[in-house]
C-alpha cells in the first residue's frame, strides 16, 4: 500500500512548492513538494479503505507522508481512545510546525471529547520537547479558547520554556485570547506572570489582526512590560 501511495505523491509533486515549503521548515530535507489540497484528497481516500495497514507501513520517508497521517487520523470515524492511542505514538515523530499544525486542526474529535482531551494533554504540557509543547497550545487555541477561557488562560501563565515554535505556539494562543475577550485578557496579563517573550510576541500578533478594533489595538500599543 505504501509504495503506491508514494506513486502518487511522485505523480504530484511540485518543484516550485517544494522550495517555498521547505524555505519554511528549518532542518526538514525530505520535502517532496505535494500541495494541501492533494495530500487532504488523498487522506480522505485512504481513511476510506486500510488505513491500519497505512499507519503500519508508513516509514516517513517524506514530509508528505508524515502529514498525510496526520489528516487521516482526523478524517476516521474512531472512538477517541483509538485516536488516543495513536496519538501517543505519532506526536512522538513530530518533528516541525507543519505536521504539529495539521495535526491539531484535523482532530475534529476533540470537539466532542473535551474532557478527555485535556486529561491526555495534561502530562504534555510539563514535556520540554518542542513539539510536544507546541501540539498542546495549538490544540487549546484551535479548540478550547470559546468554551473554556480560563483553562487556556491558566495554561498559558504555566508556560516556562525558551523553545522558539513552543514559545511562538503560546503566543499566538494568547494573541487568540484578545480576539475573543479582550477586555478579559487585559486584566488577565495585568495580573499574570506570562512569559515576557510570549506575552510581547502575543500582543505583537493581536495587534496584526483584523479581528480587533484600532481603539484596541492602540491600548496594546501603550502597554509596557
Known sequence: MINEIKKELFKNKDEKYQKFSSSLLPNINNV???????LKKLAKKISKSDYELFFKEN?????????????????????FNYIKNHLKKFIKKINC????DTLCSNLKTVKEHKNETKDFIENYFNSKKEYELRFC???LLNYFIESDF????????FFNNELYYAKMAAAWCLSYCFMYDFNKTLEVIKNKKIHPWVLKKGILKARES???????????KTLAF
Open 32 to 38: 517532496l513538494g505535494v500541495r494541501f489540497p492533494i
Open 59 to 79: 516509514d516517513d520517508e517524506f514530509l508528505e507522508l508524515t502529514l498525510l497521517e496526520a489528516m487521516v487520523l482526523g478524517f476516521i470515524g474512531e472512538d
Open 97 to 100: 510546525w507543519s505536521v504539529c
Open 137 to 139: 497550545y495549538v490544540i
Open 150 to 157: 480560563d483553562y487556556v488562560i491558566e495554561k498559558i501563565e
Open 210 to 220: 483584523y479581528k480587533l478594533l484600532n481603539e484596541q489595538k492602540e491600548i496594546l
